[in-house]
């Protein structure tokens, strides 16, 4: 059984249709990266899959359960976690503190450990506003890896990131992916996520428009065309 299915999702914000009947399944343990141009309809497939919007049609099933009409409190609660585009770190508490507090039942030992992880370890005992941007995106990585989910969303993780950063952004996924997270990406930087993804959806005009292994994905004609017909970034 997958750990996320999402069945004929349909929103429309006025008279734009921003998924038109998107269908998905997430297994346990997979990286997914979920690609497209400006519009495509991949945040707000994002915020219906975590119960930030609701769909005008369809449902989201997670682990079997219908979470379709449920508030992303609810969902969290199941082990869904979630990495937001603009990171909203605890500004005035340390670095430490933030990990720290995302789950009280880890020893100082393993939230250093996580920092390690995101290469956050020399700022442990900052305060967190101090980080430069792509710092409090690693930041909120560790956070969301503090609460060990079952299920990780994250959008757009390399937005506004040094690309001296990615490397800790990508280990960090490897390491939920051993620990069996799922993960699903939203991601503009193609060439990042091919690296990492198992398995590339590309969304179109609310959309899916291909699903297989990245190296296909990004030589599918539908795909190049929907990037203006440019190689795919």
């Given at each position: 059984?997958?750990?996320?299915e999402a069945r004929?999702?349909v929103?429309?914000?006025g008279?734009?249709t921003?998924?038109?009947?998107?269908?998905?399944?997430f297994?346990?343990?997979m990286?997914?990266?979920?690609?497209?141009?400006?519009?495509s309809g991949?945040?707000t497939?994002?915020?219906?899959?975590?119960?930030?919007?609701?769909?005008?049609?369809?449902?989201?099933?997670?682990?079997g359960k219908?979470v379709?009409?449920?508030?992303?409190h609810?969902i969290?609660?199941?082990?869904?976690?979630?990495?937001?585009q603009?990171?909203?770190?605890?500004?005035?508490?340390t670095?430490?503190?933030?990990?720290?507090?995302?789950n009280?039942?880890?020893?100082g030992?393993?939230?250093?450990?996580?920092?390690?992880?995101v290469?956050?370890?020399?700022k442990?005992?900052?305060?967190?506003?101090?980080l430069?941007?792509?710092?409090?995106?690693l930041?909120?990585i560790?956070r969301?890896?503090?609460?060990?989910?079952?299920?990780?969303?994250?959008?757009?993780?390399t937005a506004?990131?040094?690309p001296?950063?990615?490397?800790?952004i990508e280990?960090?996924?490897?390491?939920?992916?051993?620990?069996?997270?799922?993960?699903?990406?939203?991601?503009?930087?193609?060439?990042?996520v091919?690296?990492i993804?198992?398995?590339?959806?590309?969304?179109?005009?609310?959309?899916?428009?291909?699903?297989?292994?990245?190296e296909?994905?990004?030589r599918?004609?539908?795909?190049?065309?929907?990037?203006?017909?440019s190689?795919v970034?």
């Amino acid at each position: 059984m997958p750990v996320v299915e999402a069945r004929g999702l349909v929103k429309r914000f006025g008279g734009v249709t921003a998924l038109d009947h998107v269908t998905l399944t997430f297994d346990e343990g997979m990286v997914y990266a979920i690609i497209g141009p400006n519009g495509s309809g991949k945040t707000t497939l994002l915020n219906v899959l975590t119960g930030y919007v609701k769909p005008d049609a369809g449902s989201v099933h997670i682990m079997g359960k219908d979470v379709t009409k449920w508030p992303p409190h609810r969902i969290a609660s199941l082990g869904v976690g979630r990495v937001f585009q603009i990171p909203l770190p605890f500004r005035t508490l340390t670095v430490y503190d933030n990990v720290a507090i995302a789950n009280p039942s880890l020893s100082g030992s393993e939230v250093m450990e996580l920092l390690r992880l995101v290469g956050l370890e020399g700022k442990a005992w900052e305060r967190a506003g101090r980080l430069s941007g792509g710092q409090q995106k690693l930041l909120e990585i560790a956070r969301a890896l503090a609460k060990n989910p079952k299920i990780l969303y994250m959008d757009e993780p390399t937005a506004g990131v040094n690309p001296g950063l990615f490397e800790r952004i990508e280990n960090a996924i490897r390491e939920m992916k051993e620990r069996g997270t799922t993960v699903v990406i939203i991601e503009h930087n193609v060439r990042f996520v091919s690296r990492i993804a198992d398995e590339m959806i590309a969304m179109a005009q609310g959309r899916v428009i291909a699903r297989g292994a990245p190296e296909e994905v990004t030589r599918d004609p539908r795909v190049i065309e929907s990037y203006l017909g440019s190689e795919v970034p």
